[in-house]
């Protein structure tokens, strides 16, 4: 079993950067793929980034790519999403998940067992 507590959102401008940490217990997080996913009213949850167990594999969304770094501390039992060049468009609720027992990255949600609770990212124009 694995709970997720994510933290480091907030406002800010179009342009800025933001680091989320996301803050995992239990014994299986390092050997768990990990991911982001966000949703934003009136849409779909999105998947955003994932990471496989050692962090050797990383997958993004084309969305993100070469604005956002997922990576971890296995030592720390913590995952991170570094968000750079924020955009107005990536307003959303930033929620982290583990998959539990497996140890690759996927970018379904349903792949994904364990889910914590969110937090709110606002990039204003």
């Known amino acids: 079993h694995v709970q997720l507590v994510e933290s480091g959102g907030g406002f800010v401008q179009a342009g800025g950067s933001l680091r989320l940490s996301c803050a995992a217990s239990?014994?299986?997080?390092?050997?768990?793929?990990m991911a982001w996913f966000r949703h934003a009213p009136g849409t779909e949850r999105e998947f955003v980034a994932s990471?496989?167990?050692?962090?050797?594999?990383?997958r993004y969304a084309d969305s993100v790519k070469g604005r956002f770094t997922i990576s971890r501390d296995n030592a720390k039992n913590t995952l991170y999403l570094q968000m750079n060049s924020l955009k107005p468009e990536d307003t959303a609720v930033y929620y982290c998940?583990?998959?539990?027992?497996?140890?690759?990255?996927?970018?379904?949600?349903?792949?994904?067992?364990?889910w914590g609770q969110g937090t709110q990212v606002t990039v204003s124009s």
């Open positions: 998940a583990a998959r539990g027992s497996y140890t690759g990255t996927a970018t379904s949600g349903v792949d994904y067992n364990y």
């Open positions: 990471i496989a167990d050692i962090g050797s594999v990383t």
């Open positions: 239990g014994r299986t997080f390092s050997t768990s793929g």
